[in-house]
């Protein structure tokens, strides 16, 4: 069975939200109700094709789990408008774009619509500002910009079932700012941890759970380009020191994980 059929089978327990990592930044998050939101999935080498004259080795390294055109998802979201990110050639393929409703910042938001997806289907989002879709929650995050081909980045506080609450930095360089989210006390941090290209560090990352002070802590974003990828076991020891009540969680790729409330 492919993942995407598995996925739509997958009956989710009252109280829980399943998980699913799909690379990078990539997730698919499925609610008991069965609404299905995913984030910066990139599902495609676009990276690759679109800067072939970068003298770093971007050549996907994370097998391509789902076709863009055989996914099926309710908010197709994005943190920001890098192609590791809201990919182009993931949005352009996707066959069921009339059914699904695409958030992100104001810049992600113009890409949505020249990859042809309809105005009706846009939603903006920024930082402290929420929208609901049936059981989910989003709300828009502070996030500093990493360079700049993109000043709107933004994590996401993702609410499931009014209580389990999810904390997705998305792309961002360090700022404390970031830990304005711990006052929503999110359950689950969810952040990259490469270090490379002014994204947080492992040590960093460790240093934003001690602010938020989650339960679990969930590195990506080091696994899926040869030139940008680090060691999660470094993200494991530094959240030992810098936070030690965070559990450290490192997820295998198109598993699903189910987290309860
Ligand atoms: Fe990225």
């Known amino acids: 069975m492919s993942l995407i ?3 739509r089978n997958y009956s989710v327990p009252r109280g829980s939200v399943a998980t699913w990592w799909l690379g990078q930044n990539g997730f698919i998050f499925k609610t008991p109700e069965g609404t299905l939101l995913s984030i910066d999935l990139y599902l495609s080498d676009s990276a690759k094709r679109l800067y072939p004259d970068l003298p770093i080795n971007l050549e996907r390294q994370v097998p391509i789990f789902i076709q ?18 809201a990919d182009p050639d993931t949005i352009s393929n996707l066959r069921n774009k009339d059914t699904m409703q695409f958030v992100g910042p104001s810049f992600t938001c113009g890409i ?3 990859l042809g997806v309809e105005d009706s289907r846009i939603h903006h989002l920024w930082p402290q500002q929420e929208m609901e879709f049936k059981d989910v929650k989003l709300r828009g995050t502070f996030a500093l910009p990493t360079d700049e081909t993109d000043l709107n980045h933004m994590g996401y506080l993702l609410t499931f079932g009014d209580k389990l ?27 990259c941890i490469n270090g490379n290209f002014n994204n ?8 934003l759970a001690k602010l938020v002070r989650p339960k679990v802590a969930v ?13 999660p076991k470094q993200f494991r020891a530094s959240l ?22």
């Open 219 to 231: 590195p990506c974003h080091y696994d899926m380009f040869p030139d940008n990828a680090i060691d």
């Open 200 to 207: 947080l560090s492992h040590w960093e990352a460790a240093g």
């Open 112 to 114: 949505y619509r020249d």
């Open 165 to 191: 609450r999810i904390y997705m930095t998305g792309d961002t360089d360090y700022s404390e700012l970031l830990a304005s989210v711990a006052g929503d006390s999110p359950d689950v941090l969810i952040t």
């Open 240 to 261: 030992k020191l810098r936070a030690p009540d965070t559990a450290y969680l490192e997820l295998p790729h198109a598993e699903p994980h189910l987290f309860s409330f």
């Open 5 to 7: 059929e598995t996925i």
């Open 68 to 85: 863009p055109p055989d996914l099926v998802t309710d908010v197709y979201a994005c943190t920001h408008s890098h192609v590791d990110h």
